[in-house]
């Protein structure tokens, strides 16, 4: 296949219309509202459809939802999930005894929260993970439920269906 490539013009050839036109764009945007957040000073509020960090979630009758069956964990591409399985007082019925996302590994994509058949696991609006000690990242089952009910979407409210 012969690709016809277009003939440029003299000017063209010089870049100066390219360059007039970038420096138009730049001039424009010297007199439009200032986006530049100063963080970490200035915290940076994310819109209700951000997703942040996954946390877990309790029922309306303050149980947690998951059933321990580890599918998050199956999922989770840097493999950031770990569930050891507990046996509730119901024969079919299982919760989670354990339950670790290393922070350190997880990037947020969402998968977890996806595939979860109880709607146990939601990505809340936390950003700032960072420390500088990796297993203070490793966040245990109950601080998991604490960032879950401090999210204000979700106090006091089951998870909706569907964001948005
Ligand atoms: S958001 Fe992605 S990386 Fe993080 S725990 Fe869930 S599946 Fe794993
Ligand atoms: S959070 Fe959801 S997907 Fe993960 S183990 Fe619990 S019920 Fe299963």
Not at 18 to 46: A, M, N, S
Not at 52 to 58: F, K, S
Not at 86 to 95: A, S, V
Not at 100 to 106: E, P, T, W
Request: some cysteine; overall charge positive; hydrophobic content about 35%.
């Amino acid at each position: 296949m012969i690709v016809k490539r277009p003939v440029l013009k003299w000017w063209e050839k010089i870049y100066l219309p390219t360059i007039l036109d970038g420096l138009i764009t730049t001039f424009k945007h010297l007199f439009k509202k200032r986006v530049t957040v100063q963080y970490p000073e200035e915290k940076w509020v994310p819109p209700p459809k951000f997703r942040g960090a996954p946390v877990l979630l309790t029922g309306l009758d303050g149980r947690e939802k998951c059933t321990s069956c580890k599918l998050c964990m199956f999922i989770c591409p840097p493999q950031a999930i770990r569930i050891v399985a507990g046996e509730t007082e119901h024969p079919i019925e299982k919760y989670p005894k354990e339950f670790y996302i290393d922070f350190g590994l997880c990037i947020f994509c969402g998968y977890c929260e996806e595939v979860c058949p109880c709607e146990a696991i939601w990505l809340k609006h936390k950003y700032e993970m960072a420390d500088f000690d990796r297993t203070n990242l490793i966040f245990d089952k109950e601080k998991l439920l604490e960032m879950g009910r401090e999210e204000p979407y979700l106090k006091g409210k089951e998870k909706p269906l569907k964001k948005g």
